[in-house]
């Protein structure tokens, strides 16, 4: 289960890491890396600033305690004029205290401008490969423009792209929808002249050949009749003629009597 588990693992990262190359806009990522380098030069320069603030605080709290020093001198000597030895000592602890201060102030503040320092190089070097990457980025997304121009023109030109393809496909259609109705008018009008229409709407009407031949045996027969009557009702005295019998199937007509004969007798 675990090599199954690994494969599907990698099958579907492989499915993940081909539709985000697929969706990804090189113009688009190239932008978003850019406003996150300006994103940091803004920190650097927003760390720079906090320094600047710091060291000019403790620069105001040293200036404060420098202004200090000559005032607690001349207390400690007022007192030592008057007597007062003890309050001389305690001006005096507080001159040497607020010295030290001073002292711990003034590398803190040396310290706060090496920082300083440090950050506007860096603030520097990174505006400049900023200003590098951003003529760089303009230069690859404007090549990238480019490349997607000319595939698309090239695509259209040979008619490989999509859209082209499934125009393509289309017209085939249409051609060979057009073939087949070509080929099947020419098999009606060929099937037309060779009379097979007319087998099959005979079929459609119940008659095959047997019928058919009966038919026009029955058709003669009648024609035949109205014939005789006639040319009865136009020589009365003329003998009928023998009518052919179809269980014979004899279709000759009858011999008619002699007529000189007939009149002889």
């Not at 994103?39 to 105001?60: F, S, W």
């Not at 300083?116 to 505006?127: G, N, S, V, Y």
């Not at 005789?228 to 136009?234: D, I, N, P, W």
């Given at each position: 289960m675990a090599g199954v588990a690994g494969r599907m693992s990698t099958v579907i990262k492989a499915k993940i890491s081909r539709m985000l190359d697929k969706a990804e806009d090189p113009g688009e990522t190239l932008d978003y890396s850019y406003q996150k380098q300006m994103?940091?030069?803004?920190?650097?320069?927003?760390?720079?600033?906090?320094?600047?603030?710091?060291?000019?605080?403790?620069?105001?709290q040293a200036e404060k305690i420098q202004q200090s020093l000559p005032k607690l001198d001349a207390q400690a000597r007022t007192a030592m004029s008057q007597g007062r030895e003890d309050l001389a000592r305690t001006?005096?602890?507080r001159k040497t205290f607020?010295?030290?201060?001073?002292?711990?102030?003034?590398?803190?503040?040396a310290e706060?401008?090496?920082?300083?320092?440090?950050?506007?190089?860096?603030?520097?070097?990174?505006?400049?490969?900023?200003?590098?990457?951003?003529?760089?980025?303009?230069?690859?997304?404007?090549?990238y423009s480019a490349a997607e121009a000319s595939v698309k023109i090239s695509e259209a030109a040979s008619g490989v792209g999509e859209e082209m393809a499934d125009v393509g496909l289309a017209m085939q259609r249409a051609a060979d929808k057009t073939e087949s109705m070509r080929a099947r008018a020419s098999a009606m009008d060929e099937l037309d002249a060779a009379g097979a229409f007319d087998d099959v709407l005979q079929v459609g009407s119940g008659q095959d050949d047997i019928?058919?031949?009966?038919?026009?045996?029955?058709?003669?027969a009648a024609v035949d009749d109205e014939l005789?009557?006639?040319?009865?009702?136009?020589n009365p005295g003329a003998?009928?003629?023998?009518?052919?019998?179809?269980?014979?199937?004899?279709?000759?007509?009858?011999?008619?009597p002699n007529k000189t004969t007939e009149g002889n007798a």
């Open positions: 994103e940091m030069l803004q920190q650097v320069k927003k760390g720079i600033a906090d320094v600047v603030t710091a060291k000019k605080r403790l620069q105001l001006a005096l602890e607020a010295q030290t201060e001073l002292q711990g102030l003034d590398a803190q503040v706060l401008e090496t920082q300083q320092q440090q950050l506007i190089d860096k603030q520097q070097k990174l505006a400049t490969k900023l200003e590098q990457f951003r003529t760089k980025k303009e230069v690859m997304k404007a090549q019928d058919k031949q009966l038919h026009e045996l029955t058709s003669g005789a009557k006639m040319r009865a009702e136009l003998a009928p003629a023998e009518q052919p019998s179809l269980d014979a199937g004899s279709t000759e007509p009858a011999t008619e």
